[in-house]
C-alpha cells in the first residue's frame, strides 16, 4: 500500500537553514503537502505543491520534488525558535485519501 | 480560508462511557469530512471517511460499532467513542474537505483522556 517515511528528528541552531526530507511510494499522487503541529494543536497548512511542478517557494519556506525518485524536500530558510514543531509530509493520490508521515519534530536552538 | 472547529477541545471521562466529538466547517459546506486519530508522539492514522447522508466508510481495523460517525449535515459530522476505554485516550483530529477541489482543511483537535 501506499507509504510516506521521513526522518524522526532534525535539530538546527537558529538562522540556520532547515531541511526536512520525505519519500514516498504512491506513483498517482496528486498532491504533496507539508503541514506543522505545534505541541498539543491540529495540523497547519503550510504549503503544498502539484505533482507536475518540480518546486515551489512561499517566503522563507522552499519545496522540492523529484518525482522521479518519489522525494520531497521541504527548506526553511533562517529558522526561528519558533519554527520548532512536528512537520508532516503528506500525499494523496486521485481520490480523497491523505497518507501521512511520521512527522519530523524540528528542535532549534538558540 | 476555511476554518474548522472540533468541540470539545478536550475531554475527560470514565471508562465505560460514551463520548461524543463534534466537526464542524464554519464557513464552507464540506461534503466529505475525515475522521483521524494520534496517538503520541506519531502520525495520524486515517480512521473513516464520512460522506453527508451516507455511512461512513472505515478503515480497516478501525471499529464501526466502537466509533460512530454521523455525518447529518453539510456543516457536522460526529464521532461518537462508546464504551470508551484508557486504550481509546488519544488526540482526535478531523480535517472537512472543499467540494470544488477536495481540499482538506483540519480541526484544532480533541484531546481524549479515558480514565
Known amino acids: 500500500g501506499e507509504d510516506v517515511e521521513q526522518s524522526l528528528f532534525l535539530s538546527v541552531r537558529e538562522g540556520d537553514s532547515s531541511v526536512i526530507n520525505c519519500t514516498y511510494t504512491d506513483s498517482s499522487s496528486t498532491y504533496l503537502y507539508w503541514y506543522k503541529q505545534e505541541p498539543g494543536a491540529g495540523l497547519q497548512l503550510l504549503t503544498y505543491i502539484f505533482s507536475n511542478m518540480d518546486m515551489k517557494q512561499d517566503q522563507r519556506l522552499t519545496v522540492l520534488l523529484n518525482k522521479k525518485d518519489k522525494h520531497l524536500s521541504l527548506r526553511i530558510a533562517d529558522t526561528q525558535t519558533g519554527d520548532s514543531a512536528i512537520y508532516f509530509c503528506?500525499?494523496?493520490?486521485?481520490?480523497?485519501?491523505?497518507?501521512f508521515g511520521a512527522g519530523t519534530r524540528l528542535f532549534v536552538k538558540a | 480560508g476555511a476554518v474548522v472547529s472540533q468541540h470539545p477541545s478536550r475531554v475527560i471521562c470514565k471508562s465505560g462511557t460514551s463520548v461524543k466529538i463534534e466537526c464542524r466547517s464554519l464557513?464552507?459546506?464540506?461534503?466529505?469530512m475525515f475522521w483521524y486519530r494520534q496517538f503520541p508522539k506519531q502520525s495520524l492514522m486515517l480512521m473513516a471517511t464520512s460522506n453527508e447522508g451516507s455511512k461512513a466508510t472505515y478503515e480497516q481495523g478501525v471499529e464501526k460499532d466502537k466509533f460512530l460517525i454521523n455525518h447529518a449535515s453539510l456543516t457536522l459530522s460526529t464521532l461518537t467513542v462508546t464504551s470508551a476505554h484508557p486504550e481509546d485516550s488519544s488526540f482526535y483530529i478531523c480535517?472537512?474537505?472543499?467540494?470544488?477541489?477536495?481540499?482538506?482543511?483540519f480541526g484544532p483537535g480533541t484531546r481524549l483522556t479515558v480514565l
Open positions: 503528506a500525499e494523496r493520490g486521485g481520490g480523497f485519501k491523505t497518507i
Open positions: 464557513d464552507f459546506q464540506a461534503t466529505t
Open positions: 480535517s472537512a474537505a472543499l467540494a470544488e477541489n477536495n481540499e482538506q482543511f
